[in-house]
C-alpha cells in the first residue's frame, strides 16, 4: 500500500506558484453557469440548485475523464459545507472533499487532485479541498470541529458511492455520540462568532453569513437537529434562511465578488435586484430574518442547556434526590397561572388562556421579574387559544405591562419571545410599523423598535426620580412610535401616543400626559444644547410647552433614558449637567403653580364610618371583603356568552381597628403572608363621636396566585400578630430565604425616601419609592414605628412593580416634625430598606 496523500485547503482561490491558468474553454460549464446567472427568470433557491447542478455534473465529467484515461479506482468526490447541502450562490466557494480507499499511488492521486483543483482556479473560483481516507476523514472531524460540521452535509458527487456513504454514516454516528461535549464547544464558537462580528439585526452594514443571526447560525441549527437532541423552532426559520441566501446571492451578483457584507453603497442595487423598494426595505427583511434565526437559537440552546443538565445528573443520584418526583420536574409558582419549571417560566397546569385574556401580559410579567426565559409553548398557547385583550385593557392587563417595561434589562428577551411569536403586534398594533425599522442615523446602536424597548430598560432605573413610574414607562416605549409615518415623528408620535394610551385603559388627564412626553421628548436636549438657557424667552417657552412640574420631571427622566439607550455619543456628563441646568430654571417657573394631584384624601364613606364604630365597640380588628370589577366590554358579550363578564381588578379590604401602635406594620404583614399583593391601599384616623379614634385601612389586593384567603382567617391572623404571639417578621423572613434561593432578582434602582415639604400644614409627608417586593410594606411600617413617629394616614400605590407611597406622620405630640427629625426619620428608612432581607 502506498503512501496516502492529505491535502488541506489553501487561501480561498489560490493556485499553487508556479501555475498558470489555461485558456478557458469555449461552451461547457463556464458558459452555461454564466447563461444561469444572467437568466433573469432564475433566482432564489431553484437558481442555487441549479449552479450546484450544473457544477456536480461538470466536476463528475472531471473525475470520470481522469479515471478513464488512467484506470483509477477507490476514489470518490464529496460536496461538503454549504455545496454540500446543494445551495451555490454566484460566487460561493466550493467546498470539495476527495475520498480515496488508501489503495491508490501517492503520484496517481497527486495528479487526480490538480486535475480537479486547477480548472476551478482556472474560472476563479474559490476552493477549500482536503484528499483524505475515510479514517483521516473521521479524524480530521474529531479534532476540528469545522471539519466535523461541514462533513454533516456531505453530499456524493462521483465515484465510488460506498466511501462516500461510509464518511456520512460515520460523521452523523460520531456527532451523535460526542454531542455532550461538541454542542457546548460549538455553543462556545457561535458566541465568540457573535461578540466578533455583532448581531446582524442591528447593523447598518451586516455580515449576512458571519453575524449573529446569520447564515453561519442557521446552519448551527442544523447541526444540533442532526445530534437529536434538541431541534429549533420551526416557524419561520427556512424561510429566514432562504431571504438571506437570496440578499446574498444579489449581492454577490451586484459586486461581482464573494462577499458576506451588505455596504452601504450597494443596498440600493441589491435591493433593486431583488425588487424591493429601497434599502431600508431591504434591511427590514434583512433585520426580520435575523431576528427569527437570533430567536430560534436563543430557544434552542436553552434546550440544549436543559438536556445536558438532565443528562449530567445520573439516574440513580436523581433517584436519590427526588424520590418519586424524579424527572418530573419541580413547579414553583410565579403568578395566577404561571409557575417556574426547568429554569423557565411556563403556565400552570390549571391556566386557561381561553379563559383568561391577561394571562399572556401576566405570565411575561412574571417571567421578566424573577428572571427567567418565558418558554416557548407558553407564548404560542397563549397566541393560539388566548382570548384577545378588551379594549379599553383592564386595569390588571395595564400593571402587567408596566411590571414587564420595569423588570430592567431583563425585560429584553421576554419582550423579544413576545415579538417572535406575534403577539405583541396583536396586543399593540401601531407596533408593526416600527418592527425592525432600521435608522440610519449612526448615533443610534438599535433598531426604532429596540431602541424603545432599550429606552424603558434605562426609564426602569430612573423610575425613583418620579411620582408617576408608570406614566415614564408607557411614555419610554412610545416616544418614537412616530417614525413609522412620514413627517416629524414626534409630531405623529402624539397622536398615536393618544391612540394608544385610551387603548390601554388610562384615563383623559394620563392620556394627555403621555402624549405631551412623546411629543415634546426631544424639547430638553434641544434647548439645552442649541438655545442661550439665560434668555427668559428661552426657559419660558419649555414651561409653556410642558405646562406643570409632574410632567418636567417625567420629561427629564425620559430624555436621559432616550439618550442613554441610544447609543454611547448621545449621553455626556457635559449634556446631562445642561440639561439639568435647563430643569432647573424651567422648575422654578413653574413652581408658583398648583399641584394637580394633591396627596390629600376626600371624606370616609359610610361603611368606613360604621366599620369605625364597630372596632371601637368591640374593641378589635373588623374586616369586609368586597370584589372590584370593571364593566364589561364589547368583546366580552357576543353570542356565544350567556351573559356579560365581569374584568376582576382585584378586591376591596377595609380594615378598622381601635387606634393602638403597630396597625400598619401588623395589617401590611398579615396580607404579605397570605400572598396578597397591596395595588393600592389608604390609611386614615377616624374619631367617631364618644367612641375613641379608630384606625380604617382600605385596601385594593389580589392574590399572588390561587384564591384568595377567607375573611375569618385574616382576622384572627392579624389579631395574633397584634397580640404578639405570631411572628410575622420570622415568617416573611423564612418565605423570602426560599424565595431568593430559586429566584433571580431583578437588578432594581435603589429605594429613595425623601420629605415632601410643604405637602401638609397638619403631619409631615415622607415619600417613598422602591421596587415592590413581598412584605415591603411591612417593612417601611416598622421602619417608621421604629422612628417613633404615629403615621395618620397613608397612600399607596402600586405602578406596575415600582411602589410609590406617601405617609402622613407626626411626633408624639401630635404635630408634624421638624425638619431635621423628619430627614432623619426619612433617612432610617431608606437605610431599612436598602438592608438585606434577612
Known sequence: MTDSVEETAGPAGARPPGHEPAPAPEGGYPAARLRLLQDGNAAGPDRRAALARLTDDWLAALL???????????????????????????????????????????????????????????????????????????????????????????????????????????????WRAGAPKRLPELHDLCQERAERQGELQYLLEPDLKEARGGLRDATALRAVAASWLADAPRGGLEAARTRLLDARDALHLTTGRATDRLSLQEQDQVAGTL?????????????????????????????????????????????????????????????????????????????????DPVLALRAAAAAAQAGLPLATHAIRRCATAGRPLPVPWPAEAREQLVTLLGAGTHTVPVWEALEAEGLITRLLPDWERVRCRPQRNPVHTWTVDRHLVETAVRASALTRRVHRPDLLLIAALLHDIGKGWPGDHSVAGETIARDVAARLGFDARDTTVIAT???????LIETATRRDLDDPATVGAVAEAVGSTRTLELLHALTEADALATGPAAWSAWRGGLVADLVKRVAARLAGEPETEPLGTGEPTAEQERLALEARRTGGPVLALHARAEPPTEADTGPETSAPAQQPVGVELLIAVPDQPGVLPAAA?????HRLTVRAADLRLLDPADEGPALVLSWRVAAEYGSLPQADRLRADLLRTLDGTLDIPARLA??????????????????????????????TVIEVRAQDAHGLLHRIGRALEAAGVAVRSAHISTLGANAVDAFYVTGEDGAPLTDAAAHDVAAAVERALQQPRE
Open 669 to 673: 404583614g398579615v396580607l404579605a403572608l
Open 517 to 523: 412626553l412623546v411629543r415634546h421628548h426631544l424639547l
Open 734 to 763: 423564612e418565605r423570602e430565604r426560599a424565595y431568593a434561593r430559586r429566584s433571580r432578582a431583578v437588578l432594581a434602582p435603589p429605594p429613595r425616601v425623601s420629605v415632601a415639604t410643604g405637602s401638609s400644614d397638619t403631619a
Open 64 to 174: 470520470a475523464r481522469h479515471a478513464t484515461a488512467t484506470g483509477l479506482t477507490g476514489t470518490a468526490l464529496v460536496a461538503v459545507g454549504g455545496y454540500g447541502r446543494g445551495e451555490l450562490s454566484p460566487r460561493s466557494d466550493l467546498d470539495l472533499l476527495l475520498l480515496h480507499d488508501g489503495r491508490a499511488d501517492a503520484g496517481a492521486l497527486a495528479a487526480l487532485a490538480d486535475h480537479l483543483w486547477y480548472p476551478v482556479w482556472d474560472l476563479g473560483l474559490d476552493l477549500d479541498h482536503s484528499v483524505r481516507t475515510p479514517a483521516q476523514a473521521r479524524k480530521a472531524a474529531r479534532e476540528d470541529l469545522k471539519v466535523q460540521l461541514g462533513l454533516l452535509d456531505a453530499r456524493h458527487l462521483a465515484g465510488d458511492p460506498d466511501l462516500t456513504a461510509a464518511v456520512r454514516t460515520t460523521a452523523y454516528a460520531d
Open 275 to 355: 425588487g424591493m423598494l429601497d434599502a431600508d426595505a431591504l434591511l427590514r427583511q434583512t433585520y426580520e430574518s435575523a431576528r427569527t434565526i437570533s430567536y430560534a437559537a436563543d430557544v434552542t440552546w436553552r434546550e440544549v442547556g436543559r438536556v445536558l443538565r438532565a443528562r449530567s445528573v445520573k439516574p440513580m443520584l436523581r433517584g436519590l434526590l427526588h424520590g418519586r418526583t424524579a424527572g418530573k420536574g419541580e413547579r414553583s409558582p410565579l403568578a395566577e397561572g404561571v409557575v417556574e419549571l426547568d429554569g423557565e417560566a411556563v403556565l400552570a397546569r390549571t391556566a386557561r388562556p381561553e379563559r
